[in-house]
């Protein structure tokens, strides 16, 4: 499909000049560009994930887990 674009002259000509270095077409580039803003607005923005601990052990026994203290005492005794 043939269409009609203003385009600002340094971009259209900065545009050019990378179509000429990786020897492709204005049209192919604009095409790519336009494919990766649509594909970025598609996408959900994934959240970071927090690395989780899947060993096996756990803490000595008799500690109290849920005592600051009682987890600095036991570090400071190591």
Partial sequence: ???????????LADAKALAAR????????I???????LRA???PAKAPRLPVYRGRGGLVPGLDG?????????ADQE
């Fill in 1 to 11: 499909m043939k269409t009609t674009l203003d385009l600002n002259d340094a971009l």
């Fill in 22 to 29: 990786q020897q492709t077409s204005l049209t192919r580039l």
């Fill in 31 to 37: 095409e790519e560009g336009l494919q990766l803003r």
């Fill in 41 to 43: 607005q598609k996408a």
């Fill in 66 to 74: 849920r005592s600051n203290k009682a987890m600095l005492d036991a």
